[in-house]
C-alpha cells in the first residue's frame, strides 16, 4: 500500500474522526487523497497555513491538535512556570478559527497549561499584544492571513509575541513530529481543568488602544481629511475604528465588508496584495471624496493604501508605503529632536532598497533579515537587550509595518493610525501621499518594486517550485535583459558570488533564495512562498524616471519568464 493510502485507510477507519470529514474523505478524487495525504503540513513563513479539510497535509482539528499537543510537551518541557504563565490565544474570522481556538484552549487545559483567549475575534498584533500583556510564555493564533476563504492556519509566538524563529519553531516541530496518531488526541479536560482558561476582557483592548495611540508623533495635527476604511471582512474593523474615534479622524467604514464573514462575500479578494480588496472601497472613495483609503487584511498585520493624487486614486504597493512611513516618521523624529542614539530600521532582504535611502538619509541604519516578520522581532529583542541599536521602524515588501515594538509582530492598526496622521499632516502643507513618494524619488533616485507570483499547486507544484530554484543555481544567468549580473546571493548556499569569486553570506538561517544585483541598480529576487504555493519573483528596479523604470521592469519579467520556463 502506498503511504498517501495507508495514511487516508488510517484516516478514514479511525474511530475518533471527527464526523464532519467521513464524507468528504470518501469522496475524495485520487488526486485529491494525494494533495490531502502525501505530506503533513508543515510550519513555513508564518506558522502552518494550509487548505481546511481532512487529512494530513492539510488544516481541520486533528491537525490543529496535533500541533497543540506538540507545543504542550514543549511548553511542559521548559517547566512549571512556563505551564502557569500559560499562552494566550487568538483567532480572526475564518471557518473553524473560533472552533479551533477553543478547542486549543481545551487541550491546554488537559494538559494543565494556563490560557488566555480573546472572547471574540481580535487582530494578530492584539494577540502579539495579549501575549505581553498578560505575560504568557507563548501564543497562538488561529489564522491565515490574506489567503482565501478555503485556507486557515496556525501562528505561534514566544513570550515576547514574536512568532517562532527557526530555532524555537524547530523544537516545537520535533515533539509535534514525534506523535504518530493525531486523531488519537481529545481536548476532553475535567470541570477543574477548564478554571485555567481565562477568556479576556475589555482592560487588554483598552491598554492596546492607549499604546497605539501613543505612537503620535504629531497628535494635534489638523484632522481635516476623509479615510475611507475597509477591514476586508476581518479583525480590524472594531479595533481600528475605535483608534479612529479615539484619536479624532473622519473614518468612513465600507459597510458592506465589515461583517465578519468567513466567505469574504463582498470583496473579490480580502488581499491588500490585489487590487480587488480596493474595489468597493475605490466606489466609496469617489462617492464621499475621500483623501484616503485605508484597508487591512483579515488577520490586520498587513495594510493597503490608495491615495488621492491629482483627482485619482493611486494605491501604494507596500514598498511605497513603507518608504512613506519611514521618511515621515524620520522627519519628524529629527524635527522635534526624538531621533535615538544609534537608531536603527528593519526590512527584508526582498523590501526595496528605497526605504534604505531615505533611512540613511536621517542616519538611520538598515539591518536586513529574511521574508517574515519573525526575523524582524528577534532583531527587537537582540537590540532590546543589548541598547546597541534604537528601534526606529521595521517594515517589508509584503504590506506589513510596525511602528512601536510594543507588538512583536506588523501591526495595521498602528500604521493606519500613522498614515492618516502623516495624510493630514502633509495636507496642511498642500501635498498628498503621492507627493511626498514623488519627492523621494526626486531625492533618492526612481525606483520601480514588483512581485509576481506563480501559482503552482499540489506535489507537483511543490516539486516544480524547487525545480525553478535548483535550475537557477545550475545555471547561473550572467546577465538579465542584458544587463549584467554583478553579484548574487544565495541564501540557501550561503554564498556571495562577486566578479568570479565566492564568498561566504553570513547572518542569515538558510532559506530558498536567490538574489542578483544588476550593473544598473536593480535587482530581482526568487523564492518559494512559505505561506502559499507560490513561487514569487521580485523586482526592485533603478530608472532614470518612472516611464524608463517601468519599462525595464516588463523587460526583466519576460525576461525571468524566459529564464525559469525550462
Ligand atoms: O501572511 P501574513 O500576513 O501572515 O505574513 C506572513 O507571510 C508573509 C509572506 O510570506 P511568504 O512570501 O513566505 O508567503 C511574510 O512577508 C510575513 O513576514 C509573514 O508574517
Ligand atoms: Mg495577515
Redesign the pocket.
Known amino acids: 500500500m502506498s503511504l498517501v493510502e495507508e495514511r487516508y485507510q488510517k484516516w478514514i477507519n479511525h474511530p475518533n474522526l471527527d464526523a464532519r470529514y467521513k464524507e468528504p474523505l470518501a469522496n475524495m478524487t485520487p488526486e485529491e487523497k494525494n494533495d490531502a495525504f502525501y505530506t503533513t503540513i508543515e510550519f513555513?513563513?508564518?506558522g502552518m497555513r494550509g487548505l481546511l479539510g481532512p487529512g494530513t497535509n492539510r488544516i481541520n482539528i486533528h491537525t490543529i491538535r496535533k500541533a497543540t499537543q506538540g507545543y504542550a510537551n514543549y511548553i511542559k518541557a521548559n517547566g512549571e512556570d512556563a505551564c502557569k504563565a500559560g499562552i494566550a490565544i487568538g483567532y480572526d474570522n475564518r471557518h473553524m478559527s473560533r472552533e479551533l481556538a477553543f478547542d486549543c484552549a481545551d487541550l491546554l487545559a488537559k494538559n494543565n497549561i494556563r490560557s488566555f483567549v480573546y472572547d471574540s475575534l481580535r487582530p494578530?498584533p492584539m494577540l502579539s499584544f495579549a501575549v505581553r500583556y498578560n505575560k504568557c510564555f507563548g501564543g497562538i493564533m488561529i489564522t491565515a492571513?490574506?489567503?482565501p476563504k478555503e485556507y486557515n492556519g496556525y501562528?505561534l509566538y514566544d513570550d515576547k509575541g514574536c512568532?517562532l524563529v527557526p530555532k524555537l519553531a524547530d523544537a516545537v516541530i520535533k515533539e509535534v513530529n514525534a506523535i504518530e496518531d493525531e486523531l488519537a488526541i481529545d481536548a476532553n479536560c475535567t470541570e477543574e481543568q477548564k478554571k485555567l482558561i481565562t477568556v479576556m476582557g475589555d482592560d487588554v483592548d483598552q491598554d492596546y488602544y492607549k499604546h497605539v495611540l501613543s505612537i503620535q508623533l504629531n497628535p494635534d495635527v489638523k484632522k481635516d481629511i476623509k479615510i475611507v476604511f475597509s477591514p476586508e471582512h476581518g479583525t480590524a474593523n472594531i479595533p481600528v475604528r475605535d483608534i479612529f474615534k479615539l484619536t479624532g479622524y473622519n473614518c468612513i467604514p465600507v459597510e458592506e465588508q465589515c461583517t465578519p464573514d468567513p466567505d469574504y462575500s463582498n470583496t473579490p479578494t480580502p488581499n491588500p496584495e490585489q487590487p480587488g480588496a480596493y474595489e468597493m472601497a475605490l466606489d466609496y472613495a469617489k462617492r464621499y471624496d475621500a483623501d484616503i483609503i485605508l484597508v487591512c487584511?483579515p488577520?490586520a498585520?498587513?495594510m493597503g493604501v490608495g491615495v488621492k493624487h491629482n483627482g485619482e486614486y493611486v494605491v501604494l504597493t507596500g514598498n511605497q508605503s513603507g518608504a512613506v512611513e519611514i521618511e515621515y516618521i524620520c522627519s519628524q523624529l529629527k524635527e522635534k529632536g526624538l531621533m535615538p542614539e544609534h537608531p536603527v530600521m528593519f526590512n527584508?532582504v526582498v523590501t526595496s532598497d528605497l526605504g534604505e535611502k531615505v533611512a540613511a538619509d536621517y542616519g538611520v541604519e538598515t539591518e536586513k533579515t529574511l521574508?517574515?516578520?519573525?526575523f524582524i522581532g528577534e532583531k527587537v529583542a537582540k537590540y532590546e537587550v543589548s541598547h546597541e541599536k534604537n528601534y526606529v521602524f521595521g517594515y517589508?515588501?509584503?504590506y506589513?509595518s510596525l511602528i512601536k515594538p510594543f507588538v512583536r509582530?506588523?501591526d495595521a492598526p498602528q500604521a493606519l493610525l500613522m498614515l492618516a496622521e502623516a495624510c493630514s499632516y502633509y495636507k496642511e502643507r498642500g501635498k498628498d501621499l503621492v507627493d511626498v513618494l514623488n519627492d523621494l524619488y526626486d531625492r533618492h533616485g526612481t525606483y520601480e518594486e514588483s512581485q509576481v507570483a506563480i501559482a503552482l499547486t499540489g506535489e507537483a507544484g511543490a516539486a516544480r517550485i524547487k525545480e525553478i530554484l535548483a535550475n537557477l543555481r545550475a545555471d547561473a544567468p550572467k546577465e538579465i535583459d542584458g544587463v549584467k549580473v554583478v553579484r548574487s546571493e544565495d541564501y540557501q548556499e550561503c554564498t556571495i558570488t562577486e566578479n568570479g569569486k565566492v564568498t561566504p553570506l553570513t547572518g542569515f538561517t538558510k532559506s530558498n533564495v536567490l538574489k542578483y544585483y544588476l550593473e544598473d541598480g536593480s535587482w530581482i529576487a526568487v523564492?518559494p512562498?512559505?505561506?502559499?504555493p507560490?513561487c514569487?519573483f521580485y523586482y526592485c528596479v533603478k530608472g532614470t524616471d518612472k516611464d524608463d523604470a517601468h519599462k525595464k521592469t516588463l523587460n526583466f519579467q519576460k525576461a525571468m519568464d524566459a529564464l525559469t520556463s525550462k
Open positions: 513555513g513563513t508564518a494578530t492571513s490574506h489567503n501562528k512568532q487584511d488577520d498585520d498587513r527584508t521574508t517574515g516578520f519573525k517589508e515588501e509584503s506589513g509582530d506588523k523564492r512562498s512559505g505561506t502559499e507560490k514569487k
